[in-house]
Nanobody, 115 residues
């Protein structure tokens, strides 16, 4: 099993930046895929970014060029650096890990972009 704990959310003005962290309970070297999803009120959860164990990354079109996903294997943590934030980025952000064909989710962290 994998436990995931997200942190780093908060209130930020449009154009600002935040860095989210997803700390895993086991070595992320053994985790095939770690992703960030988000869910805004009354909307479906959507994929924001993912990073594979070999370092391959993928981003939603809406965040390309603004968000960067990275992994620190020594700290068993995956980060989501979010720059040039927009009000439409407001959502609860969740971390997801795929490990031995099972999916594990964190509890989420709220990001609010507002002036």
């Amino acid at each position: 099993q994998v436990q995931l704990v997200e942190s780093g959310g908060g209130l930020v003005q449009p154009g600002g930046s935040l860095r989210l962290s997803c700390a895993a309970s086991r070595s992320i070297d053994s985790i095939a895929l770690i992703s960030w999803y988000r869910q805004a009120p009354a909307k479906q959860r959507e994929l924001v970014a993912l990073v594979a164990s070999r370092g391959t990354t993928k981003y939603a079109d809406s965040v390309k060029g603004r968000f960067t996903i990275t992994r620190d294997n020594a700290k068993n943590t995956v980060y989501l650096q979010m720059n040039s934030l927009k009000p439409e980025d407001t959502a609860v952000y969740y971390c997801k890990a795929v490990y031995t064909e099972s999916s594990y989710w964190g509890q989420g962290t709220q990001v609010t972009v507002s002036s």
